[in-house]
């Protein structure tokens, strides 16, 4: 049984199929670290459980800056499985039809626009929402 260790200092067991899902299950409810079972057991951080899903490129999930890549399609692929986020879901989240999510979810380089990324980011937990301050925009 997999289990995750949450900011707040508490502990609790995941009922996942798999090591992909219980990775997911912790960037998704922003636990501090995996516990995986085995021998010896052993524990992930979350930049840990980021790397291993191929979501840890530079940038792929800051503010927009004008030299910002788009995602791949295995980005937004994973990022998807991370938020459990079906195209059609998706799309209704971003407002678009969920033919053009399939289009970024296959194409060799999801052309989408930063906008539509940054939400589907945030909405899965990865990327903070910026917050107002004193007229400025801070991460």
């Given at each position: 049984m997999f289990a995750l260790l949450?900011?707040?200092?508490?502990?609790?067991?995941?009922?996942v199929p798999d090591f992909l899902e219980a990775m997911r299950a912790a960037l998704r409810l922003d636990a501090a670290q995996l516990e995986v079972p085995g021998d010896p057991p052993r524990s992930m951080t979350a930049d840990q459980v980021r790397q291993e899903l191929a979501l840890d490129?530079?940038?792929?999930?800051?503010?927009?800056?004008?030299?910002?890549?788009?995602?791949t399609a295995a980005e937004f692929r994973e990022l998807l499985r991370v938020a459990d986020l079906s195209g059609s879901e998706a799309g209704m989240l971003v407002g678009v039809e969920s033919r053009k999510i399939?289009?970024?979810?296959?194409?060799?380089?999801?052309?989408?626009?930063?906008a539509v990324w940054r939400l589907l980011s945030i909405y899965a937990g990865l990327a903070e929402a910026p917050r107002r301050k004193d007229n400025e925009i801070t991460k």
């Open positions: 949450l900011r707040d200092g508490s502990r609790t067991e995941i009922d490129r530079p940038g792929l999930f800051e503010p927009y800056a004008r030299d910002w890549t788009p995602p399939r289009k970024w979810a296959s194409a060799e380089k999801a052309d989408m626009p930063y």
